[in-house]
């Protein structure tokens, strides 16, 4: 089942914070974030993994609940590079097959 | 190290022509992936390799088939190409699990099919 993600969109001014949010109906053993700007590939920010662990860029703030089956993103003090669609992925049914990701948070920051 | 490289960049298809898509790792990673991108989607898992030899299907899978004779060579093979085939196809590679490792992803290959 496709995680879903909030909000569809958002408008920032350079400098202004923001949170990412995902959920899942199903139970998780992991989140995972990516960034895709237009016209590129999606590129690694972060994996959460059940227990606590981390994995990702010192830059990123997210955190994992999971009980909830949620995860958010924070995006502090944003930059213009911040820019693009944020998605995120729960693994597949035996942590090999790939990821299931939502349909993404498109993040726009304006000067 | 160039990492996920994919060909061609742009295709435009007929309906019923057939293609394939090529993708190479040099990371010498076992676990490789197909996806497919519509537009305002996320990305759909399309194949899967958890080494040379294996292959298993994603969730959309119909209307594609897969090979891996090779570590570093995934390549996606589309026979009788219909328009619900145009996306953006995307292999990507991890060096685990994909629950647990950072998935690399190539640049994409835009596919039209009129």
């Known amino acids: 089942q496709q995680p879903v993600q909030s909000p569809q969109a958002v408008i920032l001014r350079e400098g202004e914070d923001a949170v990412i949010n995902c959920s899942s109906s199903k139970a998780l053993y992991s989140v995972h974030w990516y960034r895709q700007k237009h016209g590129e590939a999606p590129v690694f920010l972060m994996i959460l993994l059940k227990g606590g662990e981390q994995k990702g860029h010192e830059k990123i703030s997210a955190s994992f609940n999971e009980k909830k089956q949620q995860s958010s993103l924070y995006l502090t003090a944003s930059q213009l590079s911040y820019s693009g669609t944020y998605f995120c992925?729960?693994?597949?049914?035996?942590?090999?097959?790939?990821?299931?990701f939502g349909k993404g948070t498109h993040l726009i920051i304006q000067p | 190290n160039a990492g996920v490289t994919q060909t061609p960049k742009f295709r435009i298809l007929k309906i019923g022509q057939s293609m394939t898509l090529q993708c190479t790792q040099d990371?010498?990673?076992?676990?490789m992936y197909w996806y497919r991108q519509d537009p305002g989607m996320g990305l759909k898992l399309i194949y899967y390799s958890v080494g040379a030899g294996i292959t298993d299907k994603g969730e959309v899978p119909n209307g594609y088939n897969v090979s891996r004779s090779t570590t570093e060579d995934f390549p996606l093979r589309l026979e009788l190409a219909a328009p619900s085939q145009t996306s953006v196809y995307f292999c990507?590679?991890?060096?685990?699990?994909?629950?647990?490792?950072?998935?690399?992803f190539g640049p994409g290959t835009r596919l039209t099919v009129t």
């Open positions: 990507a590679s991890s060096g685990g699990l994909a629950g647990r490792n950072e998935q690399y």
């Open positions: 990371m010498n990673h076992n676990y």
């Open positions: 992925g729960t693994e597949g049914r035996g942590g090999a097959d790939g990821l299931t």
